[in-house]
């Protein structure tokens, strides 16, 4: 049977559209995260479509196949087939079924790259193709439903259980359930998800429907197809519940792919090519203000290197050699040597009074010359009159000790983040 | 009337779906799952998807027929369809109230109104779609989990996830499901 | 007794160019066979006939009383082309089932059953579910239907489809054994069979008649030269060719 006529007789006439309307909503109501939010990484941005579509697509498919394999059975199509390959009559008749399933994977993510002028990438392919992967799966698996159960019945509920066993693992424990299901969470900046995260899903689906396959080969008594069917079932099913098993949250991901750029030395300091437009003036901010700390006595140990903290894990780097800030979306000035400045203003305790720290902070500010910065801070986490009367508190302090001589405030500044004393409003870390 | 009732397989096919209905809403009526919707990730009961199983029972009974001879012969055989249809939802109906009343939770009776709710759409698109319609239901509660949700809240247009003690609700339930009777009686029946 | 379509149009979709247009036909008395290429109208001719469906314009009667009223039903019996196979009947109960539909009581529809099926030589299956039975099989307990309520007219669609020779015999017997004022409408592709034993002949082609006349003047088009005991199918593709060269 031709394609397009295999298209036009199969129920994708009056499902595709259906299916596919149920897609186009998301983009009605449920895009709520800008495009920019991703800073152009491509697999970001075509995760974040496809976290609500995949049990969709899946179920879909599913209930799809069931439809198509139950309209064969009354055709009567297996009694009269004289020499054709079950097997491609099968995947003559699916093909159309999953084609609107994986429109549903392409389509959305493909506009929300457009969206945000972001050209896919080999990496920014991996989710999508997992996803098609374990489309043609459930397929087959529906198809196979199809085969044995009135279709009338079997469709629908085949595909609402399809639908919600792949929905629901997305907030459930175990973790691993949610690591086989084919359903994936939204990534990061600068996270690829790893080949090991969807040969999961895919051994798990893969497993079963090979299983299925395997029942139709027209080679030994039924008995023995049925156990070499089950084998391989339970083998993709097993094998994928002992490859995510002590997986986390989230699956292993490979972090840090963003392509970077450096400049300077001293602290070397590197960001995303994306801001790389502020690469420069970051490098100029961070050894400023390092130096200008340095002078004024303060104990800085300056880094190696300062790297953005989006494209890396989530850790802090090893020891104090690479520090991790928030480089890429910080394009007004000061926003890095600010950031720096704190970092470097290190306290030996991991509790210290409001006040002394508010005080090491606007000292610093004030000496590197960002206290405009250190006062928007201060906006943005809200004013009350305690806050008030905390900052006229930190002011007094700070202009006391900037009123003395080099020597003596070098000794307050490490007096004060040696300290481990306590007093009176509260603390912070 | 027994060959009628043979014909749509009734015997068996009734008792499977109260059953198909019965069963699950035991299993499920304390369960609810976070699932992903478009906006947010709504904790949704699982007693909402209990009554496709019924649903879809009866469309194959409907669609167990002779075509021909019902179509031209001077039995009012779309009305003995609407009274069995009738019958079958209002004992899940009742079926649901009962494991309500005997300690059950609010969502046990809620999943019997959404029975008259969804045997109502799936009537209504069998006139348009024929047999193809039983996916109209499972579209809707994909719909309403989707995008009917503000938080845990339900919107108002979304029927099925409202409380049991909803009147609006139960208004347009039974409303949609006297439309899709009077449809099943009076609209020429699509093939298939 | 007149069975008529007058003026009659019909389409499936609304936008589609109609099967049949300003159609006219009446049934003569007898056996008539209407023959015609795939797609010509004759299952939907015959649909309308059997007020399964309503024309869009135009009216079918019967003697007068109107298709879709309760003695049009009753004195008209329908084979479709299809017959469902119901698994929940055997094969009397759905000949008696058909019968009930048709407005007899039960006990006559499952007394005529019996009787209907035995004309049809399926006596012996008459307990054996619809389902099990084969694709002959299930297409005599549709001529079984169409013969347990007594119609007047019997519209009957490929009913020798599917049948072996044997079978067609049976069934040829079955309509020349038919008594009374009942006039039968056939439709087939089995000319070379059917064609000698009917009394007139109907050829419709892309909704419309392209010959009517009593099985003479239908074979009376055979070309010269034609193989004997193809009559029939010579005059046939006659009749389509030089209606086709003409158009």
Request: one cysteine or more; glycine letters at 8%.
């Amino acid at each position: 049977m031709k394609f397009t006529t295999a298209l036009r007789s199969s129920s994708v006439r009056w499902a595709g559209p259906a299916v596919l309307l149920l897609a186009a909503l998301y983009y009605m109501t449920g895009e709520t995260a800008p495009p920019s939010q991703y800073h152009h990484w491509a697999p970001a941005i075509v995760s974040a479509p496809l976290m609500t579509l995949y049990a969709l697509a899946y179920a879909a498919a599913a209930g799809l196949g069931v439809w198509e394999s139950g309209r064969l059975r009354k055709a009567h199509i297996w009694e009269s087939l004289p020499s054709r390959s079950r097997y491609r009559v099968a995947a003559n008749i699916l093909l159309p079924v999953v084609i609107p399933s994986w429109v549903v994977l392409l389509l959305p993510p493909a506009i929300s790259l457009a969206r945000s002028g972001t050209a896919p990438t080999l990496d920014s392919l991996r989710l999508p193709l997992m996803g098609m992967l374990v489309v043609v799966c459930h397929a087959i698996a529906g198809f196979a439903l199809g085969s044995v159960l009135p279709r009338l019945i079997a469709a629908p509920v085949v595909a609402v259980v399809d639908w919600i066993a792949v929905a629901f693992t997305r907030a459930t424990d175990p973790y691993w359930l949610r690591h086989v299901s084919g359903q994936f969470s939204d990534i990061g900046f600068g996270e690829v998800p790893r080949l090991v995260s969807l040969a999961a899903p895919v051994l798990l689906a893969g497993g079963v429907a090979v299983g299925l396959l395997l029942l139709w080969l027209p080679l030994g008594p039924r008995v023995l197809r049925g156990v070499l069917a089950l084998g391989v079932a339970a083998a993709g099913v097993l094998g994928a519940q002992h490859l995510a098993r002590d997986w986390p949250h989230d699956p292993p991901m490979a972090t840090g792919q963003a392509p970077m750029d450096c400049s300077g030395v001293h602290p070397r300091v590197c960001v995303p090519r994306v801001a790389s437009g502020n690469l420069d003036r970051a490098q100029r901010e961070a050894s400023r203000t390092l130096s200008t700390l340095q002078a004024a006595g303060a104990p800085v140990a300056a880094p190696d290197q300062i790297t953005d903290i989006y494209n890396g894990p989530a850790a802090a780097g090893p020891g104090d050699r690479v520090w991790r800030m928030n480089l890429m979306t910080a394009d007004r000035p000061h926003e890095v040597g600010y950031q720096v400045m704190v970092r470097a203003l290190k306290f030996r305790c991991a509790e210290v009074p409001l006040v002394r720290a508010r005080s090491v902070w606007l000292w610093g500010a004030t000496r590197t010359g960002q206290v405009d910065m250190y006062q928007e801070r201060r906006r943005n986490e809200g004013v009350t009159p305690e806050t008030r009367q905390i900052e006229s508190q930190v002011s007094d302090q700070v202009r006391d000790v900037l009123d003395r001589s080099q020597a003596a405030q070098r000794t307050w500044i490490r007096s004060n983040l040696d300290s481990c004393s306590k007093s009176a409003t509260g603390s912070t870390t | 009337m027994r060959w009628w009732i043979g014909a749509r397989r009734a015997g068996f096919t009734v008792p499977l779906a109260l059953a198909a209905f019965l069963l699950p809403l035991l299993a499920v009526q304390n369960i609810r799952v976070a699932l992903p919707s478009l906006i947010g990730s709504p904790q949704i009961a699982l007693t909402l998807f209990v009554p496709v199983p019924l649903v879809a029972c009866l469309m194959h009974l409907l669609e167990s027929r002779v075509p021909a001879p019902e179509d031209s012969g001077v039995r009012p055989v779309a009305r003995y369809d609407a009274a069995l249809v009738t019958a079958v939802a209002v004992a899940a109906l009742c079926c649901a109230l009962l494991v309500a009343a005997l300690g059950g939770t609010q969502e046990a009776a809620a999943a019997g109104r959404n029975v008259l709710f969804l045997t109502g759409l799936l009537l209504l698109g069998h006139t348009v779609f024929g047999p193809s319609a039983v996916m109209v239901p499972v579209a809707w509660l994909v719909l309403v989990v989707g995008i009917g949700f503000r938080g845990n809240v339900p919107r108002w247009w979304t029927v099925v996830p409202q409380s049991a003690h909803d009147v609006p609700a139960a208004v347009v339930s039974l409303l949609v499901f006297a439309a899709g009777l009077t449809a099943l009686i009076f609209a020429p029946r699509k093939a298939p | 007794m007149t069975l008529e379509l007058t003026h009659c149009t019909y389409r499936y979709r609304r936008g589609r160019k109609p099967v049949l247009q300003d159609f006219d036909y009446a049934l003569p008395d007898g056996l008539s066979i209407l023959l015609g290429p795939n797609g010509a109208g004759k299952s939907t001719l015959l649909k309308l006939a059997a007020s399964v469906t309503k024309p869009q314009r135009g009216s079918v009667q019967l003697d007068g009383i109107p298709a879709g009223s309760r003695q049009y039903r009753q004195d008209v019996a329908w084979m479709p082309q299809d017959i469902t196979p119901m698994p929940g009947l055997t094969a009397r109960e759905y000949v008696a089932y058909i019968g009930w539909l048709k407005g007899m009581s039960r006990p006559d529809a499952w007394k005529r059953a019996r009787q209907a099926l035995a004309q049809v030589d399926l006596a012996d299956r008459m307990n054996e579910r619809s389902d099990r039975l084969s694709g002959g099989q299930l297409r005599r307990v549709g001529v079984a239907g169409a013969l347990v309520h007594g119609a007047r007219v019997l519209l009957l669609d490929e009913p020798t489809a599917g049948l072996d020779p044997y079978q067609r015999r049976v069934f040829r017997d079955m309509l020349a054994g038919l008594t009374g004022d009942i006039r039968v409408l056939l439709s087939t592709h089995d000319v070379a069979d059917l064609a000698e034993e009917a009394d007139h002949v109907t050829v419709v082609h892309d909704g419309r008649i392209i010959h009517h006349g009593d099985t003479g003047s239908f074979l009376a088009l055979t070309p010269p030269g034609t193989v004997e005991g193809r009559a029939a199918e010579g005059a046939y593709t006659a009749l389509l060719r030089n209606n086709g060269a003409r158009a």
